[in-house]
Nanobody, 116 residues
Framework: QVQLVESGGGLVQPGGSLRLSCAASGFTLSTYVMSWYRQAPGKEREFVGFISGASGTTNIADSVKGRFTISRDNAKNTMYLQMNSLKPEDTAVYYC?????????WGQGTQVTVSS
């Protein structure tokens, strides 16, 4: 059964850091395009970044570039989102997504709240 499970969210003060994880099961994560999205209350879901399957090339949205990085551990079949210098506007539910050809799967999301 294909499944994506995010974890690592929580409450953090402005300027702090968090690392989110997206654990995949039922498929090999490194053969898919894996992405992070986020959705703040009352707003549309927003692209954060992706890591490509074969080459592992990453692409980060301009809104978080320089603060967020994406990586993966093939042995653990897990993707990560390292978030540094967090701002209150980064508060959102963060989702991971797997795509290959016509297949798409989403995780259930993990809440990140940046507040003092």
């Amino acid at each position: 059964q294909v499944q994506l499970v995010e974890s690592g969210g929580g409450l953090v003060q402005p300027g702090g850091s968090l690392r989110l994880s997206c654990a995949a099961s039922g498929f090999t994560l490194s053969t898919y395009v894996m992405s992070w999205y986020r959705q703040a209350p009352g707003k549309e879901r927003e692209f954060v970044g992706f890591i490509s399957g074969a080459s592992g090339t990453t692409n980060i949205a301009d809104s978080v570039k320089g603060r967020f990085t994406i990586s993966r551990d093939n042995a653990k079949n897990t993707m990560y989102l390292q978030m540094n210098s967090l701002k209150p506007e980064d508060t959102a539910v963060y989702y991971c997504r797997a795509v290959r050809n016509s297949f798409t799967s989403w995780g259930q999301g993990t809440q990140v709240t940046v507040s003092s």
